[in-house]
């Protein structure tokens, strides 16, 4: 097992990540600054057929830092260490489609509406059986066109259960890239040491941030947080309701613009998934409560069955570093880390994001 306070205090060189704006008016993200030597990767390790991999140890495991074989090691016991929680609701825009009784099953084609239930119903329920006994903080964050601290932190989850029953609808805004900024900014008040993790429920697009993807991108390769994405689809959620409509109404009226605004957020970025992919989160979907439940299940036992790997880097050079995890004898096995970091060196120097202005 990693020595904590090793793990933290020597500093062979700085990773930071520059002051980010958030559209919150009363936070303003400070410079972030750390003085860890050690990148942390979380790793989950799957076969083909989705069944989680237990029992390997730090040999089974190659990480590649620009391709440069590194050094792994691995905590045997990753339960015992504390951990950030912060869950970022959407509470704008399509989000009647999460926080209210629905008439239907969106995005889930199999099953027969309606839904008795809204679909983030037993969010509660969940996050006490995802935090089980570990010792987890939990906070709760809102947001439509604007970013709220619906709850701080706390390791009072019940009281986190009960809390959300109380998440009402916001205006016509979807600012994940502000959500997210600021979800990281809350962590940023814990004390070093421990995980941590976003876990975003909301839509696919994003929909009035003033945040950049390029900055979350970076300030997730700095401070080695875990960002899981929980999505529907609110055009395809639309299309299913539009079409219920149209069999019940007796002018057969039904929103012709919905097949076309499904085509064309289908060539916008993912915001979600690009930024799980980069952390090494996962990414799943959800249509209704059931599927909601199902997922976030899966997610809680993935989590828990994840190797913490790390390793100490033998190239400091500033700016974005490609990270690559592998299993030496295990090519049949599917393996989800995150693909980068960020370091930046003693004199601030950092390199930049392509496409970003220095």
């Known amino acids: 097992m990693l020595d904590k306070g090793y793990l933290w205090s020597i500093p ?21 600054r750390s003085e860890s030597t050690v990148v942390l990767v979380p790793t989950l390790v799957k076969t083909k057929s989705g069944e989680i991999v237990h029992g390997l140890s730090a ?114 805004g979807a600012a994940i890239l502000d959500a997210l900024s600021y979800s990281m900014g809350l962590l940023d008040r814990r004390l070093a040491g421990g995980r941590r993790v976003v876990i975003l429920i909301g839509e696919t697009r994003d929909h009035g941030s003033h945040t950049k993807f390029e900055s ?56 979600a998934i690009d930024v799980a992919k980069l952390s090494g989160g996962e990414y799943l979907t959800f249509g209704n409560q059931r599927t909601f439940d199902t997922q976030m299940a899966e997610l809680a036992n993935g989590d828990r069955s994840r190797y913490l790997l790390s390793f100490q880097p033998t190239d400091s050079k500033p700016g974005r570093h490609a990270i690559k995890v592998r299993l030496r004898n295990h090519e049949r096995f599917v393996v989800t880390a995150r693909s980068m970091y960020w370091a930046v060196g003693r004199q601030g120097t950092t390199g930049t994001t392509p496409g970003e202005k220095r």
């Open 12 to 32: 062979l060189f700085v990773v930071f990540g520059s002051a980010f704006s958030v559209c919150v008016a009363q936070t303003q993200t400070p410079r972030l």
């Open 59 to 172: 040999r089974d495991f190659i990480i590649e830092d620009e391709g440069r074989e590194q050094s792994v090691q691995l905590d045997d016991s990753p339960d015992s260490d504390p951990a950030s929680v912060v869950v970022a609701i959407q509470r704008g825009r399509s989000a009647a489609l999460l926080l209210e009784t629905p008439e239907f099953h969106a995005g889930d084609d199999s099953a027969k509406w309606p839904s008795s239930k809204p679909a983030l119903s037993g969010l509660g329920t969940m996050l006490e059986s995802y935090v089980g006994e570990s010792k987890t903080a939990v906070a709760v964050v809102a947001f439509d066109s604007r970013v709220q601290l619906f709850q701080d932190f706390t390791e009072d989850i019940p009281a986190v259960s009960t809390r959300l029953r109380a998440l009402s609808l916001g205006d016509d």
């Open 216 to 271: 979350i991108a970076q300030r997730a390769g700095v401070t080695n947080t875990l960002v899981y994405g929980l999505s529907f689809s609110p055009v395809r959620a639309e299309v299913v309701r539009d079409l219920k409509t149209e069999k019940a109404s007796p002018n057969g009226a039904a929103n012709l613009m919905a097949p076309i605004m499904m085509a064309v957020n289908g060539f916008r970025k993912n915001v």
